[in-house]
């Protein structure tokens, strides 16, 4: 089964320089291959995001490898960089002969230039409206980056005032957003928590067993029904697998 994902991934690396040499200098391609979200770039061709090579994913492929082959291509959406840079996407995920994901090929658009225009267009004919701000998307080479961002997301939650349930969300849904398919992530987490690496497994663990509160489509209980053998629930599985090392070393945390 490896060497068949091997095999696709091979035979996509000539259509990202196809596809980013069609659309010209306001294009990116980027192929991923969701086996190592911490370098999963394997090829590029382009310039909107500054990532290369052996670059990590951003919070949109970590929620595609969170949603396991339950995900689906997420096409035309707007995002917007951490430099302030528009951009629309697509991302259209790489499944092998058995259905599971385990890559993607993106393409990113700079619309900066195209936005400005239609909106001063706009304002000359009295019709210009204010469109909704798009999110901001961290694309960075570095995965720890990207998972403090996910993380500052929920920093208006003091962890301090939240009750057992308030805490147990919280992990449901960084666990949902895929920050921990990453590894490192459960020290990571801990260490902005304010709690040792103990608390913060005996939250994810529980918050898997628990039915989710909250509104995102991850899978629940440590990959659930559904997810064969591909990257969703491999990337899961790191967790449970660092929780029973630490156990195993006498759960010094």
Request: with cysteine; aromatic share 4%; glycine share 14%.
């Amino acid at each position: 089964m490896e060497a068949e994902r091997d095999a696709i991934l091979a035979a996509f690396r000539p259509v990202v320089d196809g596809i980013a040499a069609t659309f010209g200098p306001v294009c990116e391609v980027v192929l991923h291959d969701y086996r190592r979200p911490e370098q999963s770039v394997v090829a590029l061709s382009g310039a909107v995001t500054g990532r290369s090579v052996g670059g990590a994913m951003s919070q949109i492929g970590l929620r595609m490898v969170a949603r396991g082959d339950e995900a689906a291509d997420e096409l035309n959406y707007v995002t917007r960089t951490d430099t302030g840079k528009l951009v629309k996407s697509s991302t259209m995920l790489l499944r092998d002969s058995s259905g599971a994901v385990f890559g993607a090929l993106c393409v990113n658009v700079d619309v900066g230039a195209v936005s400005e225009v239609h909106t001063l267009l706009g304002a000359l004919a009295g019709t210009g409206a204010v469109s909704a701000e798009p999110p901001v998307t961290t694309f960075g080479d570095d995965i720890d980056s990207v998972v403090d961002v996910m993380l500052d997301a929920h920093r208006h939650q003091s962890w301090a005032l939240l009750d057992r349930a308030g805490r147990l969300d919280l992990f449901r849904s960084l666990d949902e957003r895929g920050v921990f398919a990453v590894r490192r992530a459960i020290e990571q987490v801990a260490g902005r928590l304010g709690i040792s690496r103990a608390s913060a497994y005996s939250y994810l663990s529980q918050s898997r067993k628990q039915p989710g509160t909250g509104s995102g489509d991850g899978v629940r209980d440590g990959g659930g029904a559904g997810v064969r053998d591909g990257v969703g629930e491999g990337a899961r599985d790191r967790a449970r697998d660092a929780a029973r090392d630490w156990a195993n070393e006498g759960g010094h945390s």
